[in-house]
């Protein structure tokens, strides 16, 4: 496990009134069919940070993959993919000591207090990188938000370890700072 994602969930009971195992039961209870529902359930009826939410929603599914899993699952097919994410978590894990890393079935989310980038393995041959970057214009390279929508403002198209250039960790540090 992800030595962030493991801090969390150490952090848990301190900081949400509750243990993992006990909002998986509160979760379990509810039945919601749809991510969002539970994160804004935990949101308004319990008062859980954003971060906290969407983490023990993704951890409370059904499947119940460990966060490895779900990497692996992302990445298979696309094994070349494989050393641009491992390069981009290790840069992204070096912004700062609160990043949380949170994969989900198609993406992993980027946590300090807000979600700051997400990266999604988009083809066989590119990851792409969303970013929230407010109030930036978009370049060539520094594309709208594309299929991300709403979630980030920006997007990457990454094809090589060598597209995570001192550019990208400049708009990733940019990113990180603006979700405190």
């Known amino acids: 496990m992800d030595k ?3 801090t969390m969930i150490n952090n848990m009971p301190e900081k949400t009134g509750k ?6 039961a509160i979760l379990a209870k509810k039945n919601f069919t749809k991510h969002m529902q539970a994160v804004n359930y935990l949101k ?4 859980v940070t954003h971060g906290f939410a969407n983490t023990i929603v993704s951890l409370s599914k059904e499947n119940s993959d460990s966060a490895e899993d779900l990497v692996t699952q992302q990445y298979d097919k696309k ?9 981009l978590i290790e840069t992204i894990k070096g912004l700062g000591s609160d990043v949380i ?11 300090r207090k807000k979600q700051f980038c997400l990266i999604k ?3 066989k041959t590119r ?3 969303g970013l929230k970057l407010k109030d930036k214009e978009t ?16 997007r990457v198209q990454i094809t090589s370890t060598k597209d995570v250039d001192e550019e990208l960790i400049q708009w990733l540090q940019e990113s990180y700072n603006s979700a405190n």
């Open 4 to 6: 962030a994602l493991e």
């Open 19 to 24: 243990s993992l195992q006990q909002w998986k």
């Open 44 to 47: 308004n009826t319990h008062s």
């Open 79 to 87: 094994e070349l993919l494989i050393p641009i994410y491992t390069q």
């Open 101 to 111: 890393i949170t994969p989900k079935k198609t993406t992993v989310s980027c946590i």
């Open 121 to 123: 393995p988009a083809t």
């Open 127 to 129: 990851i792409d990188l």
């Open 139 to 154: 370049t060539q390279r520094l594309q709208n938000s594309g299929p991300f929508g709403a979630m980030c403002t920006h």
